[in-house]
């Protein structure tokens, strides 16, 4: 059933609208502020500068992933090397210089064609993540001694990640266009720093981004192509394909949807299928792994099995997790047609990449990475994102902390208990923002994005394109998204909503003069 609601298209909408200033919207961006100076001045000269809003993002994220790096040197120097607590108790632990060997890259083994010693017989990572690990090893310099070497494939692999970072950063600036500062929340984002060179994830995590911005500028191949190569870096990405599906069923734009799917099915075959055809065994150990894998660290599974005291077999554990993501997939179809106003994209995605991080039977540290840019689009609210950020930076330590106790003859670290607690701050802080993202959802008058009268800057075709099917009260949404009472009057969308356009100086003085109205 149409909605009632009318919004312009994308195009009808001005050509060169105002930026958001954070500072202005945000009272812990505004606090924050007072560090560089206060907030942004309304008399302040704006595009003057050769400092853009992204290129500072940018250059923050690679000032941010330097830090990052700086963290891990106890690590670096030794405790990689010299024991196995000394990596945990410094909080510095990395998976890259113990694969350097232990998957047989020192040795010049070619990835999925050559089988390796021990309980995994090929490597065990999805084939474009393999060929970035390859060509890092071939980077590597073949001198020294095996520690000195595996310093160097680290060394190697952070540089290429921090490429990754930084257009991540980018990618995030330039999806909201009125928005570019937001990118802040993942260029600062202190789990990001921590985690970005525990592992390769956020190599997946740049193509996502990439993939959401190509979206937002109405590219559905180009968002279908990279979509797929994400994939090939990493499972989870394909998951945006279900929440795309909800909105497009909504507004109509099948043919969209369609070039999209065929897009990501066309890159991911491209990328898998060589290796497919040539080297069955070593392609299929990815998928063999990640379904025979034990209950194990951060999952809410490991913490039901600890409490309870009873093993849950994996074979359980991916039925479990099936049916509640099944549950949720029904939860976002929901909230996609009865929502009075077309969710975000943004915001069913970070939904649904939420739903599969609390469900799923492990959570290492850096799965944190997968969540971060889709939480900066979908509630861009620093004092939110902090919480949340909070809480993840609470997990990392608990981890290590918990596997130096576990390591240790003398049991110094965090006990089983004290692991348990972290585990619960992680699924809180980030079902705290899952709820206040399905609120934003429900309330289009509380979304930070919305209250300006956008309608889905990530949206690409479905920014601003009217509904064709709806459900239950959304058929017949209210006109205005906020009574006067809570602010300016925000219609969505529509040509005379108040912030469409215009200098920073005036937009403001109309939302006080609307406020005190």
């Known amino acids: 059933m149409p909605s009632l609601q009318k919004t312009r298209a994308p195009q009808d909408r001005p050509r060169?609208?105002?930026?958001?200033?954070?500072?202005?919207?945000?009272?812990?961006a505004a606090s924050g502020s007072e560090l560089i100076g206060g907030p942004f001045g309304r008399r302040a000269l704006t595009g003057r500068s050769q400092f853009t809003p992204v290129r500072v993002v940018a250059l923050v994220a690679i000032g941010m992933f330097a830090l990052g790096m700086v963290q891990k040197l106890p690590c670096y120097n030794w405790a990689w090397f010299r024991g196995t607590t000394s990596q945990y108790t410094h909080a510095c632990y990395s998976d890259i210089p113990h694969l350097f060997s232990g998957r047989g890259f020192a040795d010049g083994l070619v990835p999925y064609f050559d089988?390796?010693?021990?309980?995994?017989?090929?490597?065990?990572?999805?084939?474009?993540t393999g060929l970035f690990m390859q060509v890092a090893s071939w980077l590597t310099p073949g001198g020294g001694t095996m520690d000195q070497r595996e310093q160097a494939f680290w060394?190697?692999?952070?540089?290429?990640?921090?490429?990754?970072?930084?257009?991540?950063?980018?990618?995030?600036?330039?999806?909201?266009?009125?928005?570019?500062?937001?990118?802040?929340?993942?260029?600062?984002?202190?789990?990001?720093?921590?985690?970005a060179t525990i592992n390769w994830d956020i190599l997946a995590v740049a193509l996502t981004g990439a993939a959401v911005l190509l979206w937002s500028r109405g590219r559905p191949l180009g968002f279908g192509i990279l979509l797929g190569l994400a994939t090939a870096a990493k499972f989870y990405p394909i998951l945006l394909l279900v929440p795309l599906l909800l909105l497009c069923w909504?507004?109509?734009?099948?043919?969209?949807?369609?070039?999209?799917?065929?897009?990501?099915?066309?890159?991911?075959?491209?990328?898998?299928?060589?290796?497919?055809?040539?080297?069955?065994e070593g392609w299929k150990q990815f998928y063999l792994f990640s379904r025979d894998r034990n209950v194990d660290f951060g999952s809410v599974w490991l913490l039901v099995s600890q409490r309870a005291g009873v093993s849950?077999?994996?074979?359980?554990?991916?039925?479990?997790?099936?049916?509640?993501?099944?549950?949720?997939?029904?939860?976002?179809?929901?909230?996609?047609?009865?929502a009075p106003r077309r969710p975000r994209f943004a915001q069913l995605a970070f939904l649904i990449v939420?739903?599969?991080v609390l469900t799923n039977k492990v959570y290492s540290p850096q799965y944190v990475l997968w969540l971060v840019p889709l939480a900066a689009l979908a509630r861009p609210r620093w004092?939110?994102?902090?919480?949340?950020?909070?809480?993840?930076?609470?997990?990392?330590?608990?981890?290590?902390?918990y596997l130096a106790f576990m390591n240790s003859g003398n049991k110094q670290g965090l006990p089983v208990d004290g692991y348990q607690f972290a585990i619960v701050l992680h699924l809180l802080?980030?079902?705290?923002?899952?709820?206040?993202?399905?609120?934003?959802?429900?309330?289009?008058?509380?979304?930070?994005?919305?209250?300006?009268?956008?309608?889905?800057?990530?949206?690409?075709?479905?920014?601003?394109?009217?509904?064709?099917?709806?459900?239950?009260?959304?058929?017949?949404?209210?006109?205005?998204?906020?009574?006067?009472?809570?602010?300016?009057?925000?219609?969505?969308?529509?040509?005379?909503?108040?912030?469409?356009?215009?200098?920073?100086?005036?937009?403001?003085?109309r939302e006080e003069r609307d406020s005190r109205e």
């Open 16 to 28: 060169n609208p105002s930026v958001v200033v954070p500072t202005h919207r945000d009272e812990v």
């Open 115 to 128: 089988r390796l010693g021990g309980d995994i017989p090929f490597l065990e990572y999805p084939v474009l």
């Open 155 to 195: 060394m190697v692999n952070a540089g290429l990640l921090m490429i990754c970072a930084a257009v991540l950063a980018v990618c995030v600036a330039r999806t909201h266009r009125r928005r570019p500062w937001d990118g802040l929340l993942v260029a600062l984002a202190p789990s990001v720093a921590l985690t």
């Open 250 to 280: 909504r507004a109509g734009k099948w043919r969209e949807y369609g070039t999209a799917v065929l897009g990501a099915v066309g890159a991911w075959l491209a990328v898998n299928l060589p290796v497919m055809l040539l080297a069955p």
């Open 312 to 338: 849950i077999p994996p074979e359980k554990a991916n039925l479990y997790a099936l049916l509640l993501m099944v549950a949720a997939v029904g939860a976002l179809g929901f909230l996609a047609f009865h």
């Open 354 to 356: 939420a739903a599969f």
């Open 383 to 401: 004092r939110d994102f902090l919480i949340w950020q909070a809480c993840e930076v609470m997990y990392f330590l608990g981890i290590w902390m």
């Open 429 to 509: 802080g980030t079902l705290y923002l899952c709820v206040m993202v399905v609120r934003d959802i429900l309330m289009p008058e509380k979304d930070p994005v919305r209250q300006d009268g956008s309608d889905d800057p990530s949206g690409g075709v479905l920014d601003g394109a009217e509904d064709v099917f709806v459900m239950g009260r959304a058929a017949h949404p209210a006109r205005h998204a906020a009574p006067a009472a809570e602010g300016p009057r925000v219609e969505w969308g529509l040509p005379d909503a108040p912030d469409a356009s215009g200098p920073v100086e005036e937009r403001d003085s």
